[in-house]
């Protein structure tokens, strides 16, 4: 029995204890809700009740146990390791607790614990099913961080494991050593935060998104329980608060994560159809759908299977949605996505379970639930014992999907006559359908890693059908490597921008129509005022914009977001009178309107201002790079971008970040005197006369002279050409470098905000470190050139002039072996200032074999020149170059962009979630005036 020094296993078993409790109470407690619905006994709700208030105080003391083990650093346990350090600040042991997988699931268990407790005061007649939903639930939850094997199946990874217990560190000589915590520094402070998470977003993100999550399985507790009981109506009226709780909260979390990728990610916008962005999004909208059709059936008793359908389908999508972020599926496409921890199949159980009892709950006959039942045994079994399992899972996905078109078509009650043309059912059903199809393209664009991986059985006849068709996709299923478009951006905005003008088209358009039959002239004339504002401020926004032909699509969306909002406003005060509490819809569709105003003004008009203006091709530093995106500023240089003059002051470092300054001058007009010097065009110019430039320098050029002879110019300090000058200062930005050794170095943008654009800045590239040798020379730079090829050192170029062999009279001179094979480069090395040197690297092969090194340093311009290859096939020969410490300015490659109108875009998600409380607010009013009555 080893006497481990430092460690405190009694947290750790405290811990485990605590799970253990949790899932044991809230197993209790769902068997006695069930008990207590099936005999009508108050005895087992109390003890139900009873058994879930034991499960919330256990989960909650688990939850503190593990901030207590971060806030102590207790590097000690695997968990404490792997997120938190020493040098992290503490705002952030927030973020340390749900950056991983144990903790994510502590945390959702943690909000269905404070969603449990008010659904037992408030859900009344319903208490026993949905309470019974939501403890069986949190007893799936809790196994995912219990961390016991039952045989050789391991059930859950638990946060409160010793590192030295971790199955991939037992039995490794390091954990028999008692101290082992003292003498190996890896164990003295721990792996750290990932500094992508390191923002003040990623402390209120997770928990909102996780809440709204969680917020999902009271809608849905609600369906089963209505479908258990048999009341297939009833349930709507207590679920709709909580359908637009999720909408709200769920909404505005996945909104919080675009805010969070704005700020901190440099990509360089606020939605980019990340897999696990989409993953939250899509239940979102089927929640969305879900609330409104619950709306119409409230009304008119219509769309009863649709509201049940997209209710159900919402908290499987949930489901899903951790399937994808938690198995690992995604961890090579996603920012977001954690890394696979070997609990893929118990991820999949849990998903394929919710969708086996929700198929089960829409099968109205006991005989279609016993003969789904049974084949879904039989599938578990094929796949269980036999190498079939993805076969058994695909028969699984598509026999549930035939059942539940049967369960429509035979066990939901149809209306006696469809829907009026001109009703607002029916357009809400037509919205919410769009919402489904919306839904649908991202989600089989997001599974894109799943399709591969469940297509895999059939390989061959998706092969035949590629011989047949001739279409790529199913050779690309058969092969495993569907893959996703490799502008994704536009993939998705080419599919959801239609999907986005129908649907706020309809916010406008159904907002004036009353459920049944509808005036048609009342109805026009209604929105015709709303309909010509639309139409004006689309066409002003087209010309403002500059929309071209093929961009007519924006054009449409302008104009049916903005009808959106003046349909809504319109309702909200010339027909509401301005009555506030029951406008929370129309303040929500506005809301949403403007979130799509300002997402569509601000990507399709965003315009990268950073050109690069040097002579400096920075495209060779690296192939990300491009001279039209990107700038390239020396220290303390002042040059035109944009509409700004910019200079980069110099950098700052403070603990683990490396801040850059880059002040903003105003542009103002330039007037050139006789005799001053300009760069343009890649030479030297020398002005002629007095002038003011007009807009391009080859108009002007009648203006200047060329300087054949540069080496009398102060070259050092001649400017580029620009008819502007910098005027004052305006502002100052301080993009960042995050240094993290573990994770690598993370580059955070700084924004300039005014009301009317934002000002998005990034470093691109930096040299973060003193980078030389002890000879004073930086890292050498391969070049392959040709004869006659030209490229650039620092500020510093060089030319390729020719090759020649050293010559048997010249042997001697260079030491050259009577054996040895030699070659000669004659390189032409051209400083700032236009003085050409000469330097001749020598290719040595001594006795044809052995690579001799021969570096020439050629000293007026602090260049070492190695010749290293020749390549007499392609012609272009390898160098080696290095540039000494002294000889260059320090300089960063910078990326700003200018985002026109994005406060609309803010402005909306705060309106959007307002009008969302406001609707929570009005149905609880109105829920609760209606038992009273």
């Known amino acids: 029995m080893i006497n481990y020094v430092g460690e405190h296993t009694w947290i750790g078993k405290f811990g485990d204890a605590l799970i253990i409790i949790s899932i044991t109470a809230a197993l209790v407690a769902a068997i006695s809700f069930f008990l207590s619905y099936r005999t009508k006994q108050d005895s087992y709700r109390r003890m139900g009740r ?97 961390g016991v094997y039952i045989f050789d199946y391991k059930i859950g990874n638990s946060p409160f494991t010793l590192i030295r217990q971790m199955p991939e560190n037992i039995g490794l000589p390091w954990t028999t050593m008692a101290t082992y915590l ?60 909580w359908a637009y709780f999720s909408v709200a909260v769920l909404g ?33 909208i089927t929640m969305v759908g879900a609330a409104h059709v619950m709306i119409v059936n409230q009304h008119k008793n ?18 899903y949605a951790s399937f994808l972020v938690h198995s690992g599926v995604l961890g090579d496409t996603s920012v977001h996505a954690f890394t696979g921890n070997g609990m893929m199949k118990q991820h999949l159980f849990m998903l394929l379970l919710i969708v086996t009892v929700s198929t089960t709950l829409l099968l109205l006959r006991k005989q279609m639930k016993m003969v789904f039942l049974g084949l879904a045994l039989v599938f578990i079994i094929i796949g269980w014992s036999t190498d079939y399992e993805i076969a058994a899972l695909v028969a699984f996905l598509v026999t549930a999907v035939i059942l539940i078109i049967v369960a429509y078509r035979k066990f939901f009650p149809k209306p006696a006559k469809e829907e009026p043309l001109w009703s607002r059912e029916f357009w809400i059903f037509i919205a919410s359908l769009v919402l489904l199809l919306s839904a649908g393209q991202v989600l089989i664009e997001t599974s894109k890693p799943i399709w591969n991986i469940l297509a895999e059985p059939f390989a061959g006849p998706l092969l035949n059908l590629y011989q047949l068709t001739d279409i790529e996709g199913f050779r690309s299923l058969a092969e495993g490597k569907l893959a996703p478009n490799s502008d994704v951006i536009a993939h998705f905005n080419k599919w959801q921008i239609p999907f986005a003008f129908i649907v706020t088209f309809l916010i406008g358009f159904a907002q004036f129509l009353k459920y049944g039959k509808n005036n048609l002239g009342k109805f026009f004339k209604k929105i015709g005022i709303s309909l010509i504002v639309a139409l004006a401020v689309a066409i002003f926004a087209a010309i403002r914009l500059d929309y071209k032909n093929d961009e007519f699509v924006l054009t449409i969306l302008v104009f049916t977001t903005v009808f ?23 303040v929500a569709h506005i809301g949403f309107a403007l979130v799509m105003l300002g997402a569509l003004i601000s990507t399709s008009r965003s315009d990268k201002i950073s050109e690069n203006g040097s002579r400096f091709n920075i495209e060779q530093l690296n192939e990300d790079f491009k001279n039209n995106e990107d700038i390239l500023l020396f220290v303390e240089d002042t040059v035109p971008m944009g509409p700004y003059f910019v200079s980069y002051e110099g950098r700052t470092k403070k603990g683990i970040n490396v801040y850059y300054e880059v002040d903003y001058f105003n ?15 890649g030479a030297i110019f020398q002005s002629t006369v007095d002038h003011t430039p007009g807009a391009d320098f080859v108009m002007d050029q009648k203006y200047w002279e060329l300087v054949e002879d540069p080496r009398n110019v102060d070259v050092d300090n001649v400017k580029s050409w620009s008819p502007f000058k910098p005027g004052e200062k305006i502002f100052t930005l301080n993009p960042r470098i995050q240094l993290n050794p573990e994770f690598g170095n993370v580059a955070e943008p700084a924004t300039k905000r005014y009301w009317n654009r934002d000002i998005y800045t990034h470093v691109r590239w930096a040299e973060l470190e003193e980078d030389r040798d002890e000879n004073g020379f930086r890292t050498p730079v391969e070049l392959d050139l040709a004869v006659g090829d030209t490229a650039f050192i620092g500020a510093t170029q060089i030319r390729l002039n020719g090759l020649s062999v050293i010559r048997e009279d010249e042997r001697e001179k260079y030491m050259i072996g009577a054996n ?38 050629q000293d007026e311009t602090g260049l070492q020149l190695n010749f290293t290859k020749i390549n007499p096939q392609t012609g272009k020969h390898k160098f080696t170059i290095a540039e000494h410490a002294s000889n260059r300015k320090e300089f960063i490659v910078l990326q700003a962009i200018q985002f026109p109108m994005i406060n609309i875009l803010w402005i909306g998600c705060i309106v959007m979630f307002l009008g969302t409380v406001m609707a929570i607010r009005h149905r609880i009013k109105t829920s609760k005036k209606s038992n009273l009555s």
């Open 50 to 146: 009873l058994a879930f208030w034991v499960h919330s105080v256990a989960l909650v003391s688990a939850a503190l146990t593990l901030f207590y083990m971060l806030f102590n650093q207790y590097f000690e346990y695997d968990y404490v390791w792997k997120h938190a350090n020493r040098d992290m600040p503490l705002r952030y042991i927030f973020s340390c607790f749900w950056e991983g997988q144990e903790g994510s699931f502590l945390l959702w268990s943690f909000w269905h614990v404070v969603l449990g407790n008010i659904l037992l005061f408030t859900a009344k007649k319903w208490e026993n099913l949905t309470m019974m939903v939501i403890a069986v639930f949190q007893v799936m939850l809790g196994a995912m961080v219990l």
């Open 182 to 241: 003292q003498d190996i520094p890896t164990f003295q402070d721990g792996r750290g935060l990932n500094p992508l998470l390191q923002n003040y977003w990623m402390t209120i993100h997770p928990p909102t998104l996780f809440l709204g999550y969680a917020s999902t399985i009271i809608p849905f507790a609600f369906v089963v329980a209505g479908l258990v009981s048999g009341k297939l109506r009833e349930w709507i009226k207590p679920a709709l608060p």
């Open 252 to 284: 505005i979390g996945i909104l919080m994560g675009g805010a969070w990728a704005y700020e901190a990610l440099s990509f360089g916008g606020f939605w980019a159809w990340d897999p696990v962005e989409n993953a939250s999004l899509i239940p979102w």
């Open 302 to 319: 219509r769309s009863l299977f649709t509201a049940i359908f997209l209710t159900l389908i919402t908290f499987c999508l949930v489901m």
């Open 564 to 586: 959106a909002i003046a349909v809504n406003a319109d309702y909200l005060f010339r027909t509401m009178g301005g009555k506030f509490d029951e406008a929370g819809a129309n």
């Open 667 to 681: 542009k103002l007009p330039r007037t050139y005197k006789e005799g001053d010097y300009v760069v343009a065009r």
């Open 820 to 857: 040895d094979l030699a070659v000669r480069a004659m390189i032409g090395v051209k400083d700032s200032r236009g003085n050409v040197y000469e330097a001749e690297p020598l290719y040595i092969l001594r006795d044809s074999v052995l690579l001799v090194p021969d570096p020439v340093i």
